[in-house]
């Protein structure tokens, strides 16, 4: 769930629902010394209790534009992270996702549902093949509880990693170039679903061609540690090419014109559903 959270400092324009110390509760991402300081407003966003920009700018038009006409990044690190390992891997994700896994190959990344036995939707989300024995997946929302009742009798090790990466899109058309300068020709060979190891001037990272945008543009997932290297690293190389911050009304736009479904907006969990007034989900 996304939704917004106005901080104390912004005029008092507290939503009904939050507080201050909400706020305070809330977890911050790796990247957020960074998005602090360049918050023209107080804005921000609550999404899997985490802090994030909803915008940076007053008028966040120039942000959305971004995504179209130059380039754009996300900080998407509140994804809920998982590692799946063991040598029963791949048929557990056969019965948890909707994708045909047998059909995912290592440095591929499919996109999936997941459903309860009548066929309701849970989450949604992305996996990515490492190796036999080893997938990567993310979700919109905290849904380890579901991962682990449904491998009950599977030889496989669930680990939850949300908090060990930060993750930063840069999504838009001058995105490939941009990358192309920290990271090599290398990057213009990722097909889209695609994904590989890089470095950047020896910082390790991970880059997905995937996104919430429609347009180019890919996914950099560096350790939690090292988060301000990489920010630094990609706005200085990336004020040649427009790159621009932008927070999550942005991307909600951009998402909406891709026809990206999200949770608790374009539907319910299942988990939920019922609890909360509605009768089923999708």
């Not at 179209?68 to 900080?75: G, V």
């Not at 997941?114 to 919109?140: L, N, P, Y």
């Not at 988990?271 to 999708?282: C, D, H, K, V, W």
Request: charged fraction near 25%.
């Amino acid at each position: 769930m996304i939704d917004i959270v106005s901080s104390s400092e912004n005029k008092g324009r507290l939503s009904p629902s939050r507080s201050p110390e909400t706020m305070q509760r809330l977890k911050t991402t790796p990247f957020h010394e960074r998005a602090s300081a360049l918050m023209q407003g107080a804005e921000w966003r609550r999404w899997g209790g985490y802090q994030v920009a909803s915008c940076y700018e007053m008028i966040p038009d120039r942000e959305y534009y971004a995504v179209r006409a130059s380039a754009a990044m996300f900080d998407v690190s509140a994804l809920a992270k998982y590692t799946i390992k063991g040598n029963q891997a791949r048929p557990y994700l056969q019965k948890l996702l909707t994708r045909n896994i047998e059909k995912l190959v290592p440095g591929k990344v499919f996109y999936s549902p997941w459903c309860d036995s009548r066929g309701k939707v849970i989450d949604d989300g992305t996996v990515a093949c490492f190796s036999e024995e080893h997938f990567q997946m993310t979700a919109a929302e905290q849904g380890e509880a579901w991962l682990r009742k449904v491998a009950q009798g599977f030889d496989v090790e669930i680990e939850n990693i949300s908090d060990n990466f930060g993750v930063l899109a840069i999504q838009g058309p001058t995105s490939r170039a941009l990358l192309q300068e920290l990271v090599g020709e290398r990057i213009s060979d990722l097909g889209f679903s695609e994904a590989a190891h890089f470095e950047v001037d020896g910082l390790p990272v991970w880059i997905s061609r995937t996104g919430y945008t429609g347009d180019l543009g890919y996914e950099v997932w560096v350790a939690s540690d090292r988060g301000l290297e990489l920010w630094d690293k990609l706005v200085a190389v990336g004020a040649g090419y427009a790159l621009t911050p932008a927070g999550i009304w942005a991307l909600d736009v951009a998402r909406i014109e891709a026809g990206l479904i999200m949770l608790d907006v374009d539907y319910l969990s299942a988990l939920r559903a019922e609890t909360i007034g509605q009768t089923s989900s999708p």
